[in-house]
């Protein structure tokens, strides 16, 4: 009897070795193929551009430490407009501003999408709404949320970003009149606050609250704020984490606290659905409706999540164009974090560049004075064309997202405007790539493409957006001249919402105050996580931040 228990054990043992020894050796085997095979098989090692520093993060670290776009954009000098430089171990990453192979890769959003490790840390911070999706269910989602971006809804919109701004204004009118006459504040906090504020208003009907005097945070916006921070903190251990998932095993002060801050979102969101459902059938019940009458038409106010909740409950949609609880719910963090720091971000460069452009700033805010209301409509301020001008220079100069990555799910062939030489002085006139190349999109450096925008690129001018040449249409951006929202199926959904929205914030606070920097230019870097935002070199630790002297216009 024990011969044959222990002949058993033995035989067990021995296949859990063999299974062992088998995985172990499909890990070295996968580990050879990863860093030697496939960079060596990658048509990319042909494409010039600059050595690594690096065996194991390539030229990541490098790019990490200069500003966003900075070394790219020296790269690009040096090697051409396209060219190859090494990613995370050895895998090389292909970088170009040619137009049409941004326009294509752009365009062709199923060949090209996000790479795994991005999609896997958006779904720990976001859930998977539409920025984490692919192909089919991504084009479902995008349809059925596209017509609450559009023109008529926007209009809508445009009170509540009023409200906001002014509550803003108000607050540091207050404040200048307590502390007699002048304040130096940090204004990356306090637009955060109006972004927020909005984005919960707009999106979901839901005050955070954000914007109150005495500071306080109502639970939605703890939790959120606690994703948000993990989310910019990102160190080298949490990019390795992103392409080597069993780290994640390893429990971090940083991991405990993002799963609490979803539970809770989880949690809120999904009373925000139940208020929403209860909403629309107290809404079908006063039009003499049943659960069974809720119809497609039936919005009851203008935010995002009660269209959304339409096409939850509706019964006249076919079941392609609806969405489950679950995808409604994974949209409402997903808007939170997309459609807040943006434009946060965008409104602080904004008063960044007038803070060190006063005669620009003097110029907007005549513009501005000569509406005779605190309330325009989006038309009337749609058709400021100094406004206009001084956004669109402060996305395409500042641009908050400073780049994205796409990886080809398919061998392919890009096709170029320009041919390039490569390594061995072959003249090519198309990239061919082999399925899992990435694509480095440099929206910040096609931003500033000489080539484009001439000589001054480097330079805050709005005046060049009252004289546009042909020459912007070589950058394929939704918004014509800039790459700040990309292009194609996946472009920012919210780029009117954050144009509008901008501009209202920027027409309340210019028209009242007058803005000056409150630390040395030198002082102050980029620094990009999610988000480019400024930094006071003193003052690492403290974070994003910009002070500026804030006193009030007095008239001329
Ligand atoms: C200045 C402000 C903004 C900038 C610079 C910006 C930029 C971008 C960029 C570059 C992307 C593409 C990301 C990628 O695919 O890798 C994107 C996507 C997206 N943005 Fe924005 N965004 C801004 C404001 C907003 C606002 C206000 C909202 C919503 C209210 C919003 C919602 C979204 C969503 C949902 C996506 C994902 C779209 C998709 O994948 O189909 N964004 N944004």
Redesign the pocket.
């Known amino acids: 009897m024990d011969t044959l228990a222990r002949l058993g054990f033995d035989s067990v043992r021995g296949t859990l070795i063999n299974g062992f020894s088998v995985l172990a050796l499909y890990g070295v085997w996968r580990a050879i193929y990863r860093v030697c095979l496939v960079p060596w098989l990658s048509p990319l090692r042909n494409i010039p551009g600059p050595e690594k520093t690096s065996f194991f993060w390539g030229n990541m670290q490098q790019i990490f430490k200069a500003d966003p776009g900075e070394l790219h954009g020296q790269w690009v000098k040096q090697y051409g407009h396209t060219l190859a430089y090494t990613g995370i171990l050895g895998r090389r990453r292909l970088m170009t501003l040619d137009p049409k192979a941004l326009s294509y890769v752009l365009n062709h959003s199923t060949q090209w999408q996000?790479p795994e490790e991005?999609r896997n840390s958006l779904a720990e911070l976001l859930g998977k709404?539409?920025?984490?999706?692919e192909g089919e269910v991504?084009k479902r989602?995008?349809r059925i949320?596209n017509p609450s971006?559009a023109i008529s809804h926007l209009r809508e919109l445009t009170s509540i970003f009023h409200e906001k701004s002014q509550q803003l204004r108000n607050i540091w009118q207050k404040k200048l009149t307590e502390e007699g006459g002048a304040i130096t504040t940090d204004v990356v906090s306090w637009l955060g606050q109006a972004?927020l504020d909005i984005?919960g208003l707009?999106?979901f009907d839901y005050e955070f609250n954000a914007l109150n005097a005495e500071g306080q945070n109502n639970e939605l916006n703890l939790a959120f704020k606690t994703v948000t921070r993990q989310g910019q903190r990102f160190s080298m251990f949490q990019i390795a984490q992103a392409f080597f998932p069993l780290l994640k095993l390893i429990p971090t002060k940083q991991s405990r606290s993002i799963a609490n801050a979803t539970a809770v979102m989880d949690r809120l969101g999904r009373q925000l659905i139940n208020k929403k459902k209860q909403a629309i059938l107290a809404e079908a019940a006063a039009r003499g409706k049943s659960e069974a009458g809720v119809g497609k038409n039936l919005v009851t106010t203008r935010d995002?999540l009660s269209r959304l909740m339409v096409a939850n409950m509706a019964n006249d949609l076919p079941e392609s164009q609806k969405l489950s609880d679950d995808d409604v719910l994974a949209?409402i963090p997903?808007?939170l974090l997309?459609?807040?720091e943006?434009?946060a971000?965008?409104?602080t460069w904004c008063l960044y560049a007038l803070s060190r452009g006063q005669e620009i700033q003097r110029k907007l805010r005549e513009e501005l004075l000569r509406l005779d209301t605190d309330n325009p409509s989006m038309d009337e301020i749609n058709s400021l064309p100094y406004l206009d001008a001084v956004i669109k220079e402060t996305?395409r100069l500042h641009?908050?997202?400073p780049s994205?990555?796409?990886v080809a799910t398919q061998d392919d062939v890009i096709p170029l405007s320009k041919p390039f030489t490569d390594k061995k002085g072959h003249l090519r006139h198309e990239i061919v790539v082999k399925k899992g190349d990435r694509m480095f999109?440099p929206?910040i450096c096609a931003n500033q493409n000489v080539d484009v925008w001439g000589e001054d690129a480097l330079e805050f001018k709005p005046e060049r957006w009252l004289n546009l040449t042909d020459k912007v249409n070589d950058i394929p951006g939704v918004v014509p001249g800039i790459?700040?929202?990309?292009a194609g199926?996946?472009?920012?959904?919210?780029?009117r919402?954050?144009?509008v929205?901008?501009k209202c914030l920027i027409f309340a606070l210019v028209r009242a105050f007058e803005f000056e920097l409150a630390v040395d230019p030198s002082q102050i870097i980029k620094k990009s996580t999610i988000?480019t935002r400024p930094i006071i070199v003193t003052e690492m630790e403290k974070g994003p931040q910009l002070p500026l002297k804030i006193t009030p216009y007095r008239g001329a």
């Open positions: 996000k991005v709404g539409v920025l984490f999706e991504h989602q995008r949320m971006f972004t984005i707009a999106g995002l949209q997903t808007f997309a459609g807040h943006t434009t971000t965008a409104t996305m641009s908050a997202v994205t990555v796409r999109i929206i790459l700040s929202f990309i199926p996946r472009s920012c959904i919210g780029y919402f954050a144009l929205e901008s988000v």
